[in-house]
C-alpha cells in the first residue's frame, strides 16, 4: 500500500496506536485528519470530532471531512475500549454491551459511513483494527475478545463484498503496545515505535497483505495452527485468579 500522498482518517488517532499512525501517515506526504471523542489532545494534525457509539455523530464526521476532503482514499477504525470482567457476574454485562458498541458496532458505522463514498470513487482503502486477543483470548477481558474477532471476521467478509469495486480492506493484528502505560501493567509490551516501524514495513509491501502480523503477534495468530493454542490459553486464563472471590 503506498501510504504517501492520501488522503486518510484515522478514527479513534486522538492517542496511542492511532496517533502513532497518523503521524507515520502525515511524515510519509499524506494529508490526515484524526477522529475522536476528545480532540483536544492533537495539536498538530486537523481533527474531527466523533463518536463511534453515536450514529448521528458518524454522520457528521463524514460529512465534514468529505466537505474539506472529497478525495478520502483511506479511513482507518481504531476506536476500541478494553474492560475487564467477571462473567461470573451477571453485572459484567455492561462492560460487554459497551465493548461491542464501541468495538464492533462503531466499527461498521465507520465503515458503512464511508463504504458509498470509496466505491463511487472507484479506489481507496480501509484498515481495520482487531488484535492478537482476538485468535488466543485473554478471559481477564473476555468481550473485547470476542468484539475483536468479529472484527476480523467482518473484515474479510467486507474484502469479499469489496472485490472487484477497487477498494481494499486491510487488517492490523497488534500484540500488547507500550501505550498508555501499558509499558508498566505489561513488561512484555512491544514498544510503540518499534510497533510502528514494523507495521509500516508491512503495510507498504506489494501486494498488500491483508493481515498486518508484526512478530510479536504471530503467536497469538497462529496458536492454534502451530499447536499451543491449548497452551497460551491455560497460561492467559491464570490472572482470572486476581478476581474478587477466586
Do not use: C
Not at 467482518?154 to 469489496?162: D, F, P, Q, V, W
Not at 497469538?220 to 491449548?230: C, F, I, Q, V
Amino acid at each position: 500500500m503506498d501510504i504517501s500522498h492520501r488522503t486518510v482518517l484515522v478514527v479513534g488517532g486522538t492517542s496511542g496506536i492511532g496517533r502513532g499512525l497518523a503521524r507515520r501517515f502525515a511524515d510519509a506526504g499524506s494529508t490526515v485528519v484524526v477522529g475522536g471523542r476528545d480532540t483536544s489532545r492533537v495539536d498538530d494534525l486537523e481533527t474531527v470530532t466523533i463518536d463511534v457509539t453515536d450514529p448521528d455523530s458518524v454522520l457528521r464526521a463524514r460529512d465534514s471531512v468529505l466537505a474539506g476532503h472529497p478525495d478520502l482514499d483511506l479511513v482507518v477504525t481504531m476506536s476500541g475500549v478494553m474492560l475487564l470482567e467477571d462473567l461470573r457476574d451477571p453485572a459484567h454485562f455492561a462492560q460487554a454491551a459497551t465493548t461491542i458498541d464501541t468495538n464492533l458496532l462503531g466499527t461498521i458505522r465507520v465503515l458503512d459511513a464511508f463504504t458509498p463514498h470509496l466505491i463511487a470513487q472507484g479506489h481507496g482503502d480501509f484498515l481495520t483494527v482487531t488484535s492478537g486477543i482476538a485468535f488466543t483470548p485473554f478471559p481477564l477481558m473476555a468481550t473485547y475478545g470476542a468484539s475483536k474477532a468479529a472484527v476480523h471476521a467482518y473484515s474479510e467478509s467486507l474484502r469479499a463484498h469489496l472485490a472487484g469495486t477497487g477498494v481494499g480492506v486491510t487488517e492490523l493484528v497488534p500484540p500488547a503496545v507500550a501505550t498508555a502505560g501499558q509499558e508498566q501493567v505489561n513488561p512484555n509490551a512491544l514498544p510503540l515505535d518499534a510497533f510502528l516501524d514494523e507495521v509500516i514495513g508491512l503495510l507498504t509491501r506489494t501486494p498488500t497483505p491483508h493481515e498486518i502480523v508484526v512478530e510479536r503477534a504471530q503467536p497469538l495468530r497462529w496458536a492454534e495452527r502451530d499447536g499451543h493454542y491449548a497452551e497460551l490459553l491455560e497460561q492467559r486464563s491464570q490472572p482470572l485468579s486476581t478476581l474478587p472471590g477466586r
